[in-house]
């Protein structure tokens, strides 16, 4: 049973499909599926092809005003951080950094500011300050030595947003004790244990959410404005869009309009 009718405009994430009957799915948390692989995800077509059949249990209605530009990117870089800086959101205030301002950054930004974090973007393009500052973070750090030393011990929580190669040192020195760092990118990872053990971090990984969040985060979005920074470009292009991201030239995300 759904509760979609004929003619409503869905959205549908990453995830469209979970096997139903693993111990995550009977919790309601399909996104850690012990099967979502071969059955959540979008083989063979992915999210190119022009149409699909859905389970209705992942095809969201969207908020009436929200532009179906909007909801792409919310659905999948949305979800992903809102997810964690929801849960983490316990009082008011937490000081966050979030390291890298892209795709995934550039939300999540907007989304702890809403939250009612202290939010400090951590770049390693100083260039990306004015951008950072006006997506809602109250303070800007460039991710070099002596700007990473004269914030340590600064932060509660680290969310990141960034891939490639990090200075885990430094950036670990920026926690408190009892901090947590909290990764949503698949950056390389190594970790000196002196700082874990020392300062009692905690590490960990999130992975999208389960469908109530997916449904909060976007009347969330909707009520506070925050919207991701999109290019369009016709799905007939969508080589010359894949050569863009590859060139790391997306600013912030791509999403292809589907003409063909
Ligand atoms: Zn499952």
Not at 11 to 19: E, L
Not at 254 to 259: F, G, K, P
Request: aromatic letters at 8%.
């Amino acid at each position: 049973m759904s509760d979609l009718k004929e003619g409503d405009r869905v959205g549908i994430g990453w995830q469209g499909r979970s096997c139903g009957e693993c111990e995550w799915c009977l919790q309601g948390e399909n996104q850690l599926c012990q099967d979502i692989v071969s059955s959540g995800t979008w083989v063979p077509y992915g999210g190119f092809s022009s149409s699909i059949s859905v389970d209705n249990r992942f095809a969201y209605l969207l908020p009436e005003a929200m532009p179906s530009e909007v909801a792409a990117v919310l659905m999948c870089a949305g979800i992903t951080v809102y997810n964690p800086l929801q849960s983490l959101a316990t009082r008011p205030k937490q000081k966050i950094g979030i390291i890298g301002v892209g795709g995934l950054g550039h939300l999540a930004l907007q989304f702890a500011r809403a939250l009612d974090y202290e939010v400090t973007a951590i770049s390693s393009s100083p260039k990306k300050k004015k951008e950072a500052l006006a997506f809602g973070a109250d303070h800007f750090i460039s991710e070099d030595e002596s700007s990473l030393r004269n914030a340590f011990f600064r932060f509660d929580l680290l969310l990141c947003t960034a891939h490639g190669k990090i200075n885990w040192e430094l950036l670990l020195g920026t926690l408190k004790r009892n901090g947590k760092l909290v990764l949503v990118g698949f950056p390389d990872v190594e970790f000196n244990s002196t700082n874990l053990v020392a300062h009692q971090l905690s590490i960990t990984g999130s992975f999208l959410g389960n469908r109530d969040t997916m449904r909060e985060m976007l009347s969330f979005a909707q009520e506070h404005g925050i919207k991701p920074k999109v290019e369009l470009m016709p799905m007939e292009q969508v080589n010359k869009a894949i050569q863009r991201l590859k060139d790391n030239k997306a600013r912030y995300r791509i999403v292809l309009v589907n003409n063909v």
